[in-house]
C-alpha cells in the first residue's frame, strides 16, 4: 500500500518568513495530493491540492511543488503570520475508480512566532 | 452551505462497550469516509461508504463497522470498546465519482476508560 512520510515534524518560524513542508510517497499510483491544515480542537481543513499532471499550483501566500519522477511534493507558506500556527497534513490518493482513499504523512506542528 | 456535522462532539465510553459515531455529509455528497486520529499516530483509514454500500476499509479489526444511510448520512460502529480506541473520529465526504476534494467534520472525541 500507499506510504507517505512527512519532514519536518516539528517547524518554527519568525513572522514574515517563509515555510516549507516536504512529503514523499511510495505508490506511483498516487495521482492526488491534498494538504490540510488542523487547529487545535478542529478537524482538518483542504487548504490547496495539486493532482500529477501539474508540477506547481499557487494559492495567494500558499503553494505546492510535485516531483512526479522523485515522487516528492512540498508545501511553501509565504509571509508566514501568527493565524498560520498549525498541524500541517500532506496525504497522497491513487483516486483509481472513484473515491479518495487518502494516505496521510505524520504532521508537522508549525509554529509562527511574533 | 452546511459542511460535515459529526456527532456526538464527545463520547466516554467503559471499556467492552459499544459507540455509535453519527456523520452527515456535504449536501451532494455521496460519499463518506472515516478516520481515526489516535494521539502521535497521525490520521489513520477506516471506511469508505459510497451510494450505500462499503467501498474499502482500513487495517481495522471487524469490531470496527459501519453503514451508509439513504441520505448518504453515515454511523460508525465501534463494538468490545478497547483502551486504545480512544482517539478523535473523523467523517470526510466528498463528491464520489464525480470529484476528490474531501472535507472533514469537526471529529468525535472517544475516550474510554
Known amino acids: 500500500g500507499e506510504n507517505v512520510e512527512q519532514h519536518p515534524s516539528t517547524l518554527s518560524v519568525q513572522e514574515g518568513d517563509s515555510a516549507v513542508i516536504k512529503c514523499t510517497y511510495s505508490?506511483?499510483?498516487?495521482?492526488?495530493f491534498p494538504w490540510y491544515k488542523q487547529e487545535l480542537g478542529k478537524g482538518p481543513q483542504l487548504i490547496i491540492d495539486i493532482r500529477s499532471n501539474v508540477g506547481e499550483k499557487k494559492d495567494q501566500r500558499i503553494a505546492v511543488t510535485l516531483n512526479k519522477t522523485a515522487k516528492h511534493f512540498s508545501l511553501h507558506i509565504t509571509e508566514t503570520q501568527p493565524e498560520d500556527s498549525a498541524v500541517y497534513f500532506c496525504?497522497?490518493?491513487?483516486?483509481?475508480?472513484?473515491?479518495?482513499?487518502?494516505?496521510f504523512g505524520t504532521g508537522t506542528q508549525l509554529k509562527v512566532e511574533l | 452551505e452546511a459542511g460535515v456535522t459529526q456527532s456526538p462532539t464527545h463520547l466516554i465510553k467503559t471499556r467492552g462497550q459499544q459507540a455509535t459515531l453519527r456523520c452527515s455529509p456535504i449536501?451532494?455528497?455521496?460519499?463518506v469516509y472515516w478516520y481515526q486520529q489516535a494521539l502521535g499516530l497521525g490520521l489513520q483509514f477506516l471506511l469508505w461508504?459510497?451510494?450505500?454500500?462499503?467501498?474499502n476499509r482500513g487495517n481495522f479489526p471487524p469490531r470496527f463497522s459501519g453503514r451508509q444511510f439513504p441520505n448518504y448520512s453515515s454511523e460508525l460502529n465501534v463494538n468490545a470498546l478497547e483502551l486504545e480506541d480512544s482517539a478523535l473520529y473523523l467523517c470526510?465526504?466528498?463528491?464520489?465519482?464525480?470529484?476528490?476534494?474531501?472535507?472533514f467534520g469537526q471529529g468525535t472525541r472517544l475516550t474510554v476508560v
Open positions: 449536501s451532494g455528497h455521496t460519499s
Open positions: 470526510a465526504s466528498s463528491a464520489g465519482l464525480r470529484g476528490t476534494e474531501a472535507f
Open positions: 461508504y459510497d451510494e450505500g454500500e462499503e467501498r
Open positions: 505508490d506511483s499510483a498516487s495521482n492526488y
Open positions: 496525504a497522497a490518493s491513487p483516486f483509481t475508480g472513484g473515491g479518495n482513499k487518502l494516505t
